[in-house]
């Protein structure tokens, strides 16, 4: 079978980089822009910045900062209004996974009319829409390079997963200077989803001699950086080195794809609002034990990768210390357990299981797993991970 791989015609990373956009803007020739991003992005200056670069070299800005965490629906349609009132040609997004996700979908709506479930799967969006070009600010989500974007059905509190080349940024800015002043709790929680997406690409029935090399370099860099950006949040190699393993991640779980972790986490976001990064590390040691079986090897590698376990152990001891070791980082990260977040109240938990187990199925995600559980096993999981 042949391998289909997907990226950003451009990704320029480095100090810096975010100044690469206006002269990327006018290479394609485009002379105003929709810029999607959020309050806080305003309020610390960076949207500011950006559009004063951009008005310098000519180009003219319209800001559209309304985008919620966990971004819904009516924020997407509010940024389609804007767009169509302001006549843009390209739009950019600045932020973490939030704004970027938001975006993608605003820029394929002139050419792809709501609403936006029809959207929700694999390949569902028929045409190309408006360039995109993403800025992160988190490292992350990897969105920046990825063909996947996450939007809130809030009538059914079900996140939509729509995966289509069409939804791929033109060019990435991936700017570690953007993330030199992130708090340790946030560091910690994308950190975390970029640990995830580089475990999940690797394992999963999905991933290939493209994915493989891009996931094993994600995950060798978590374990270098990782921490010390959580303690330094001013350390310019581990942020340089938490940007290269987001944007590395992103790359490989797009073109493998996430599995059960991700399956399992977005039902709970949905429901409980808790943010994506922690949700997945509360859930990653418990789904990562029982998937043990079905990948053994290529858990064991992680492990060694990883720097916990030696290249003398067996594949078998190196597993069992992946598990015990994600649920020590956790306790290293004050990422806590989903009974003691504050977010999260046993009896709608437990009364959500069903809920969320078949909303997991739905997504598609947990069929990549190494062991495909059913509907009562997911409830068995969460059981167990809660
Ligand atoms: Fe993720």
Redesign the pocket.
């Known amino acids: 079978m042949s391998i289909h791989f997907n990226v950003p015609s451009t990704v320029i990373a480095g100090a810096g980089a975010v100044r690469e956009l206006a002269p990327q803007l006018q290479r394609r020739g485009v002379a105003r822009v929709l810029l999607v991003t959020d309050a806080f992005m305003v309020s610390s200056g960076v949207v500011a910045r950006v559009s004063e670069d951009l008005s310098v070299a000519g180009i003219a800005v319209e800001v559209f900062a309304d985008v919620q965490p966990d971004p819904s629906e009516e924020n997407v349609l509010a940024g389609f209004q804007r767009l169509q009132a302001s006549g843009a040609q390209a739009v950019v997004a600045l932020g973490g996974g939030s704004p970027i996700d938001c975006a993608k979908v605003i820029s394929v709506l002139p050419n792809n009319p709501p609403p936006l479930s029809r959207f929700m799967g694999r390949h569902k969006v028929p045409n190309a829409g408006l360039p995109l070009f993403a800025i992160p600010t988190t490292a992350g989500?990897g969105s920046e390079v990825t063909k996947v974007a996450v939007i809130t059905d809030t009538a059914r509190d079900v996140k939509m997963m729509m995966l289509d080349a069409h939804l791929l940024p033109a060019v990435a800015l991936v700017d570690y200077e953007l993330t030199l002043t992130m708090p340790p709790a946030l560091t910690a929680a994308v950190g975390v989803?970029t640990l995830?997406?580089g475990i999940e690409a690797y394992v999963s029935r999905q991933a290939s001699a493209l994915t493989d090399p891009l996931a094993l370099s994600c995950i060798r860099l978590c374990g270098e950086w990782l921490e010390t950006a959580w303690r330094e949040p001013a350390h310019r190699a581990a942020r340089e080195g938490m940007m290269l393993a987001a944007t590395q991640g992103g790359m490989a779980f797009a073109n493998s794809s996430?599995a059960l972790v991700?399956g399992m986490s977005r039902p709970i976001g949905a429901l409980f609002h808790v943010p994506?990064?922690i949700s997945?590390a509360m859930l990653l040691p418990t789904i990562t034990r029982y998937s043990i079986p079905g990948a053994l090897t290529r858990y064991a590698t992680v492990a060694r990768v990883l720097n916990w376990a030696r290249s003398a152990d067996s594949d078998e001891t190196a597993a069992q210390i992946l598990g015990e070791g994600l649920e020590a980082l956790n306790r290293r990260l004050q990422i806590p357990r989903l009974r003691d977040h504050p977010k999260l109240h046993e009896t709608r938990f437990r009364s959500s299981l069903e809920k969320m187990a078949s909303d997991a199925l739905a997504s598609g995600s947990p069929q990549n797993n190494p062991v495909v559980p059913d509907v009562a096993e997911i409830v068995r999981l969460y059981e167990a991970a809660w």
Do not use: L
């Open positions: 989500t989803d995830t997406h996430v991700h994506h990064g997945n």
